[in-house]
């Protein structure tokens, strides 16, 4: 799987706050305790990350994106460019947090690894990241768009959205104790044109179809999907299921 996605900070916040305005459900799950050691995987520009602060938390932010981690970092905090499939931290933390990330992250037997390495013993991996059948609208209009222009190959679709049960699995198979997985389907209201989320998660998609072929390309895409995400006031909806889950480490 291949990624052409980069994350503009000023662009992600324009586009994408609702991201981490969604995430309090997790915040919740997660239960955070003043004084606790928590890791927040692929935490963005750090928004939720912060948030974990204020609640009393000493907070280690990590993300593949060397510019959301300058994000992060200018609002004061502790964050680190660094692969979620290669963690390397041992032993070091009560707790590891992720939102809206994992499913960027193709290789999910590796994540566990590290986030079980991570973690103390009896410590806890609370998650929500997209589940199986996520933006399904979205990924079908994208792909016979360009299935239509011969542009379509295996690995434009960077995004891994796995079921509950096969999630568990591989829980389980790493030594968690899986307290609660769900996969809750959402319906998210877009804070402006569709337009503005594909330019923001799916650079995958649009960057195969060359830059002067591009707007007829989206406009395609767009009425591909407007039967189903866009209403009759031209408010848009996307199609997300969201898998949320906690799980303790064993042993
Ligand atoms: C998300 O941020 O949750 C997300 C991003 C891309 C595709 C689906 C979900």
């Not at 499913?103 to 410590?123: F, Q």
């Not at 830059?211 to 909806?237: I, N, S, Y």
Request: charged fraction near 25%; proline fraction near 6%; include cysteine.
């Amino acid at each position: 799987m291949s990624t052409s996605q980069s994350w503009d900070p000023e662009r992600y916040a324009r586009n994408a706050r609702f991201v981490a305005d969604l995430g309090m459900p997790v915040v919740e799950l997660l239960e955070p305790q003043p004084g606790e050691c928590i890791l927040d995987l692929g935490c963005g520009d750090g928004a939720l990350t912060a948030k974990l602060v204020d609640m009393g938390c000493s907070v280690v932010g990590v993300d593949s994106s060397a510019e959301q981690i300058e994000a992060a970092r200018q609002i004061g905090l502790d964050a680190h460019v660094m692969d979620g499939h290669r963690l390397t931290f041992e032993d070091e933390f009560d707790a590891v947090f992720s939102n809206a990330a994992l499913h960027w992250m193709g290789h999910p037997d590796e994540v566990i690894a590290g986030v079980r390495r991570a973690l103390k013993p009896g410590g806890r991996f609370v998650a929500e990241c997209g589940g199986h059948g996520c933006v399904d609208t979205i990924v079908r209009a994208l792909t016979e768009a360009l299935k239509r222009r011969g542009l379509w190959a295996d690995g434009i679709n960077p995004w891994y959205f796995p079921t509950d049960e096969e999630y568990r699995e591989r829980l389980i198979r790493q030594g968690f104790d899986v307290k609660y997985i769900a996969l809750i389907p959402r319906p998210t209201p877009l804070p402006g044109d569709i337009g503005g989320w594909l330019e923001t998660f799916a650079e995958n998609f649009t960057s195969r179809v060359p830059e002067a072929e591009r707007p007829a390309f989206l406009e395609e895409v767009r009425e591909a999907m407007r039967p189903k995400l866009c209403d009759a006031e031209g408010a848009w909806t996307a199609d997300y299921i969201r898998l949320r889950f906690k799980a303790v480490k064993e042993g």
